[in-house]
């Protein structure tokens, strides 16, 4: 699910990389440029979400709680990242851009409460993965809805994913529609399997136990 492994697959360390590219220095620890490639890694059924019933909620622990339909999602200033992405599955790709709303934004809306502390990310499918707030806020994390100046395709998260780029790809969740805050860390998806809760690529924290 989520740029991550089949869950039927039993949890391993064994990741067999490719050649390195020639600036080492940019890539994580174990991992491999994939070069014009963007690798699909789903493991669930690619749901279809129309954007006319599109809605993206952020609440819990927030004074304020909001929901966007597609129009107004799109009416919100436009922010964007240009840069790397990683995935534990150990393909790195370079010169990523991406188009959409900084989580400062949506989350500045709602105004999270004095306790929060979590971010608990809901997809459509029923993925969900957990970020600590000091991962989203601050330029960053965003709601994308471009990927290389075209719209993304449902195969990687459209019409709007989670972008979370220092992190592991997992956790830039697919297919969003709420963005749930929190007082408690609850773990997702994946770290109810085995991975690790925060995800960093350059530490290396692909699973419960690594730094």
């Given at each position: 699910?989520n740029?991550?492994?089949?869950?039927?697959?039993?949890?391993t360390?064994?990741?067999?990389?490719?050649?390195?590219?020639?600036?080492?220095g940019?890539?994580?620890?174990?991992?491999?440029d994939?070069?014009?490639?963007?690798p699909?890694?789903?493991?669930?059924?690619?749901p279809?979400?129309h954007?006319?019933?599109?809605?993206?909620?952020v609440?819990g622990?927030?004074?304020?709680?909001?929901?966007?339909?597609?129009?107004?999602?799109?009416?919100?200033?436009?922010?964007?990242?240009?840069?790397?992405i990683h995935c534990?599955?150990t393909?790195?790709?370079?010169?990523?851009t991406?188009t959409?709303?900084?989580?400062?934004?949506?989350?500045?809306?709602?105004?999270?409460?004095?306790?929060?502390?979590?971010l608990?990310?809901h997809?459509?499918?029923?993925?969900?993965?957990?970020?600590p707030l000091?991962?989203v806020l601050?330029?960053?994390?965003?709601?994308?809805?471009?990927?290389?100046?075209?719209?993304?395709?449902?195969?990687?998260?459209g019409?709007?994913?989670?972008?979370?780029?220092?992190?592991?790809?997992?956790?830039?969740?697919?297919?969003?529609?709420?963005l749930?805050?929190?007082?408690?860390?609850r773990?997702?998806?994946?770290?109810?399997?085995?991975y690790?809760?925060?995800?960093?690529?350059?530490?290396?924290?692909?699973?419960?136990?690594?730094?």
């Amino acid at each position: 699910m989520n740029d991550t492994p089949d869950p039927a697959a039993p949890v391993t360390r064994g990741f067999v990389g490719r050649e390195r590219p020639a600036d080492p220095g940019r890539l994580p620890p174990g991992q491999y440029d994939v070069g014009e490639n963007w690798p699909v890694l789903s493991a669930e059924v690619v749901p279809t979400v129309h954007t006319e019933e599109f809605t993206l909620a952020v609440d819990g622990a927030v004074e304020s709680p909001q929901s966007w339909d597609w129009e107004g999602l799109r009416a919100l200033p436009h922010d964007g990242y240009s840069g790397d992405i990683h995935c534990v599955t150990t393909w790195s790709k370079f010169d990523m851009t991406f188009t959409g709303v900084s989580l400062d934004v949506l989350l500045g809306a709602a105004v999270p409460t004095g306790d929060a502390a979590y971010l608990i990310v809901h997809s459509s499918s029923g993925y969900t993965t957990n970020l600590p707030l000091a991962d989203v806020l601050g330029g960053k994390a965003w709601v994308v809805w471009e990927a290389q100046g075209k719209e993304l395709t449902a195969e990687h998260g459209g019409p709007v994913r989670l972008l979370v780029p220092h992190l592991y790809f997992w956790k830039s969740a697919k297919w969003v529609n709420r963005l749930e805050v929190s007082s408690v860390d609850r773990p997702g998806f994946w770290e109810n399997n085995g991975y690790h809760d925060r995800g960093d690529p350059w530490l290396e924290q692909r699973y419960v136990g690594d730094p």
